[in-house]
T-cell receptor
Framework: NAGVTQTPKFQVLKTGQSMTLQCAQD?????MYWYRQDPGMGLRLIYY???????DKGEVPNGYNVSRLNKREFSLRLESAAPSQTSVYFC????????????FGSGTQLSVL | AQSVTQPDIHITVSEGASLELRCNYS??????LFWYVQSPGQGLQLLLK??????LVQGIKGFEAEFKRSQSSFNLRKPSVHWSDAAEYFC??????????FGKGTHLIIQP
C-alpha cells in the first residue's frame, strides 16, 4: 500500500521557470491538500480539494495553481517560479470527516535560484 | 482567526527522562487537536488526536496529550524518551474550515 506518492523528490528551478508537482493517493480519499514547509514557519496550507472537481485556496495560495485531475491525483503548478517559493512541499490526503487523520507524502524539496 | 502556538523552538532532554511539549491554541469553539511527528527527510505522522470526551488522549509510541480548555492548551507528554524520539513535533488544529492549522514546530533533541 503506497499511501501518498509525490514526484519529484528534489527539483532545482531558475527564476521564471514553470513546473508541476505531482501527487497521487491510493486510499480512495476524497480530500487532498498541498502544504509548504519553511524553517521556523511550520506547515502552511496552499490549496486543498474537498472532492474531485473542487479546489479551494488555503493560507498562502499566491503564485500557485492546482488541478484535481481525478479522485487519486492532485497536482500543484508554479507558473513562474520565484526564490520565495523555495520550500519543501507536502501533499496530504484525508478520508472521511469522522477520522480527520491526514496522510502525508514524503515531500518535494524545491529550490528556485 | 485560528492559530496554534508552540512556545519552544528547541527542547533538549536526556534519554530516559520525561518530556512535555507545549501547545496553545486560539479558536472560538472547541477545535479538533492533533500532534504530528516528523523525522528528518520524512513526511508527518499522526501521534494522537482529540475530538471530544476524555481530555487525556493516548497515542502511538507511548505519547499522551491532555486537553485543557481553561488554558487553551494541548500539551504532549511522554514518561521516558528514547533516542528514536528525536524529531520535529507539530501541534495542529482543525477549526471550521477544511485543512489543518499547524504550529511552527518544536525540535526535540535527545542527549545520551
Amino acid at each position: 500500500n503506497a499511501g501518498v506518492t509525490q514526484t519529484p523528490k528534489f527539483q532545482v528551478l531558475k527564476t521564471g521557470q514553470s513546473m508541476t508537482l505531482q501527487c497521487a493517493q491510493d486510499m480512495n480519499h476524497n480530500s487532498m491538500y498541498w502544504y509548504r514547509q519553511d524553517p521556523g514557519m511550520g506547515l502552511r496550507l496552499i490549496y486543498y480539494s474537498a472532492s474531485e472537481g473542487t479546489t479551494d485556496k488555503g493560507e498562502v495560495p499566491n503564485g500557485y495553481n492546482v488541478s484535481r485531475l481525478n479522485k487519486r491525483e492532485f497536482s500543484l503548478r508554479l507558473e513562474s517560479a520565484a526564490p520565495s517559493q523555495t520550500s519543501v512541499y507536502f501533499c496530504a490526503s484525508r478520508g472521511d470527516r469522522s477520522n480527520e487523520k491526514l496522510f502525508f507524502g514524503s515531500g518535494t524539496q524545491l529550490s528556485v535560484l | 482567526a485560528q492559530s496554534v502556538t508552540q512556545p519552544d523552538i528547541h527542547i533538549t532532554v536526556s534519554e530516559g527522562a520525561s518530556l512535555e511539549l507545549r501547545c496553545n491554541y486560539s479558536y472560538g469553539a472547541t477545535p479538533y487537536l492533533f500532534w504530528y511527528v516528523q523525522s528528518p527527510g520524512q513526511g508527518l505522522q499522526l501521534l494522537l488526536k482529540y475530538f471530544s470526551g476524555d481530555t487525556l488522549v493516548q497515542g502511538i509510541k507511548g505519547f499522551e496529550a491532555e486537553f485543557k480548555r481553561s488554558q487553551s492548551s494541548f500539551n504532549l507528554r511522554k514518561p521516558s524518551v528514547h533516542w528514536s524520539d528525536a524529531a520535529e513535533y507539530f501541534c495542529a488544529l482543525r477549526g471550521g474550515a477544511d485543512g489543518l492549522t499547524f504550529g511552527k514546530g518544536t525540535h526535540l533533541i535527545i542527549q545520551p
